[in-house]
């Protein structure tokens, strides 16, 4: 079934430690995105990539980097986990340009104690 | 960047009942597309309803269709025969026809619906 697929589900992280969230899709988008979500505050997009081997600051990008080595991966990094960053976090894709949507991942739940 | 305003933090709906979301946006583009995006309790974010600026007419899909006013920038979601699995978060989101790739989110409504 073509999607997005996010790994892990969920993780309980120490502060300090570093994380990378995984995110494939197999639908040869060419622009991915990571949103995370937090309540009250809805989605906001930490960073994104309009096509591989290019990458964008999104609202919120202090703490993460993101690479695009290829079109179907899109990994997530914290370097040094803080607990403000306990979040859900998305990875989404798109066709570029139009009223194409954006298709999102299942989520990762992130809990940064 | 665009700005996307959702004012109702919840709404309520009886089972069976119609019930009007609002979403408002910020922007000086004349061309771009909007959506609603539904997020039930398994966190999956589901594609509701699109809407492309330029198309006069309201986009519809079932029993979900959409007001659109250009002029006022407002694009609210109206949901008919409301059933118990409509009961989720709703977010509107905007995406420009020109500048990147970027979509905009609102902070979203929780819809709960009564049986």
């Known amino acids: 079934i073509a999607g997005i697929t996010q790994a892990p589900t969920s993780q309980i992280l120490a502060a300090g430690r570093r994380m990378t969230l995984r995110c494939t899709q197999d639908?040869?988008?060419?622009?991915m995105y990571w949103y995370r979500q937090d309540l009250g505050l809805g989605l906001r997009l930490i960073h994104y990539s309009n096509t591989a081997g290019t990458t964008g600051k999104g609202e919120v990008p202090d703490g993460y980097s993101v690479s695009r080595a290829n079109t179907d991966d899109f990994p997530l990094t914290l370097a040094s986990a803080v607990p403000s960053q306990t979040s859900v976090y998305f990875c989404?894709?798109?066709?570029?340009?139009?009223?194409?949507?954006?298709?999102f991942g299942n989520g990762t739940r992130l809990t940064v104690t | 960047a665009q700005t996307v305003t959702q004012s109702q933090p919840e709404m309520s709906v009886q089972e069976a009942e119609t019930v009007t979301l609002s979403c408002t946006y910020d922007t000086s583009e004349s061309d771009y597309y909007l959506f609603w995006y539904k997020q039930p309790p398994s966190r999956q974010m589901i594609l509701v309803i699109r809407?492309?600026?330029?198309?006069?007419q309201n986009a519809t899909e079932n029993r979900f269709s959409v007001n659109f006013q250009k002029a006022a920038k407002s694009f609210s979601l109206k949901i008919s025969d409301s059933q118990l699995g409509d009961a989720a978060m709703y977010f509107c989101a905007y995406r420009s026809a020109y500048s990147g790739n970027q979509f905009y989110f609102g902070t979203g409504t929780s819809l709960t619906v009564i049986p």
């Open positions: 639908m040869r988008h060419n622009a």
């Open positions: 989404a894709s798109s066709d570029s340009w139009g009223e194409s949507p954006l298709h």
């Open positions: 809407q492309e600026a330029y198309k006069q």
